[in-house]
């Protein structure tokens, strides 16, 4: 047996005296988890704080109602682009098949990839139900990480934020990097939660100007997160435009856009969701002859 051996056993009968043996309780320090984060990134434009800052306030918790749009069926006009049956409105990055796996009425995460709509949209009116790992693991970003990541660029955080603390920035219903949530109204891991978001896309002119930034509202289990925000540019971390941790910017596209649900290392349950094209006031209908 090599001394590591030995060690090693060794520490295996000190555990299992420890375990056998009345012992006194640990001393209660009291001293809160360090919240991970960062204090040498840049400053976030119009705000006194960095990207990731650990220091930004904690948004107070509010705790929503029993159901809100739990389970709401789609209206006349939506797109439904899961109903628990199939992944047919769905992609992934190569335009292949969607890789996830449909269960009883909702789907999950499989080969490590994210899936996105083969639809898009210019600005819409999106359903989402979601649900965190229970029992749950991990801390900070690392507890059930998923996301909405509009056009691959703008992304809606989901963590898991019940009673676990990250930068407010990267919370769940946070735009990342960008604006934490009002407050946060999550749910306990595995209960179904709801995002219903009104996405604005962002609009340049043909010389490449900005005429108009991205503009979400989000609404968490019935309660506003985010009140008509303004991105700042694309977020962090999500493609080779925005690396991780770098400040926002805004690369010009087309104003449709797809919605993707991003894989980050978790098991993230997805269900209902349906999406409606947002049209403009005072327009008439338009009748279908055919
Ligand atoms: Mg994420």
Redesign the pocket.
Known sequence: MTTKHWMKNFGVGVLLLTLTAPVAAPAQTNKPEPIEGFRDTPLIPGTKWHIHDPDRPQPPVVAPAASFSQSAPAPSDAEVLFDGQDLSKWQNDRGQDAPWVVKEGYMEPAAQQGIRTRGKWADFQLHVEFATPNPPHGAG?GRG???I?INNMY?V???DSYQAQTYPD?QCAAI?GQSPPLVNACKPPGEWQTYDIIFESPRWNDHGDLLKKAVITVLQNGIVVQNHYEFIGGTD?INGQVPWRTPAKYPPHPPEVFVEL?Y?NSTIHYRNLWIRKLGQRDQAATVDTK
């Open positions: 970003q990480n998923s996301g990541l992304e955080q989901v963590l990267g990342y971390g991003q980050h």
